[in-house]
């Protein structure tokens, strides 16, 4: 079974307040980017030993962008041990994992992996779980990762968990991502932030395009001044003519949303744009109906 694990953006990002636990409540808009995916191929192996290096039946392989840490604490593998101790009928199986998301972006890839790892295994061993049912058992994995269960525009409160879907239609609208070479790390966002209490749900029935002027991202004041170059890019977004850029999630990367143009100058800013970032653009796409 091959899935893609999408990326995500977030379309504004208020940090409402700090919560006993340590973790902050916020709100913000999560929008999935099926243009931007890392590659998962999970296959039943019914005749590979329980006795293999990270045992527990699973055989692990990746490719690609190297991660940051062993394939033990690789979210993939932490769902497949979750689940296969509370479902017993998960037997052995294969992965292949290719990683084309970059880390430290803000666009949570790893998440997303986890997410579609607890697809799979729904499928490929007949679970039956409902996508609510599968959004509970990700949720310990990572804030984000029942977002990526669901993958359609969510307004989402809480540490991100909390979801509730939107109708928002980006169709037709190109969007550009742009990721410097340095990362940002969670830790480091929110150093010094300071919750600003709640606002999004004061918009008008969440009309988020009709609000774009008033949908920030709180990281952004924390991040920027220690990475100058993830503002700069924000600036060249607006400069090429985006109704909208902003960082997504904390960072490190941008993209700029862009309505279509008939005389051809967004196209000209953009190669322009392109040619200086060459090296960072991670996507350049137009969004087309979205999944159900």
């Excluded at 490719?63 to 296969?84: H, Q, S, T």
């Excluded at 340095?182 to 919750?195: D, F, L, Q, R």
Aim: net charge negative; aromatic share 8%.
């Amino acid at each position: 079974m091959l899935l893609y694990p999408n990326c995500k953006i977030n379309i504004g990002l208020r940090i409402v307040r700090k919560r006993p636990d340590g973790y902050h409540d916020l709100e913000t808009i999560f929008v999935p980017i099926y243009g931007l995916h890392d590659e998962l191929e999970v296959i039943k192996n019914d005749e590979m030993s329980a006795a293999t290096p990270l045992n527990d039946g699973l055989k692990f392989e990746q490719e690609g962008i190297k991660v940051d840490c062993p394939a033990e604490d690789n979210l993939i593998v932490k769902c497949y041990r979750a689940m296969a101790v509370k479902y017993p009928q998960i037997g052995a199986v294969s992965v292949r994992f290719k990683k084309n998301i970059p880390f430290g972006a803000g666009l949570g890839g790893g998440s997303s992996d986890a997410a579609h790892m607890a697809l799979a295994l729904n499928e490929l061993f007949s679970l039956g779980l409902s996508k609510a049912q599968l959004a509970e058992e990700v949720r310990p994995l990572g804030a984000d990762c029942p977002f990526f269960i669901y993958n359609t525009p969510c307004y989402a409160e809480g540490i991100g968990d909390i979801l509730t879907p939107i109708d928002l239609d980006l169709k037709g609208t190109r969007i550009v991502l742009i990721k410097p070479d340095e990362g940002v790390s969670t830790k480091e966002a929110y150093s010094g932030i300071t919750p600003r209490g709640e606002g999004l749900r004061k918009l008008d029935d969440l009309d988020i395009l009709g609000n774009l002027d008033k949908l920030t991202n709180d990281f952004e004041a924390t991040v920027f001044p220690h990475h100058p170059i993830i503002a700069d890019i924000k600036k060249h977004l607006l400069d090429a003519g985006a109704y909208y850029a902003s960082m997504s999630g904390s960072g490190s990367t941008v993209f700029g949303l862009f309505k279509n143009d008939p005389e051809g100058r967004t196209d000209a800013n953009l190669a322009l744009l392109k040619q200086q970032f060459a090296s960072m653009v991670l996507l350049d796409d137009t969004f087309g109906e979205w999944k159900s």
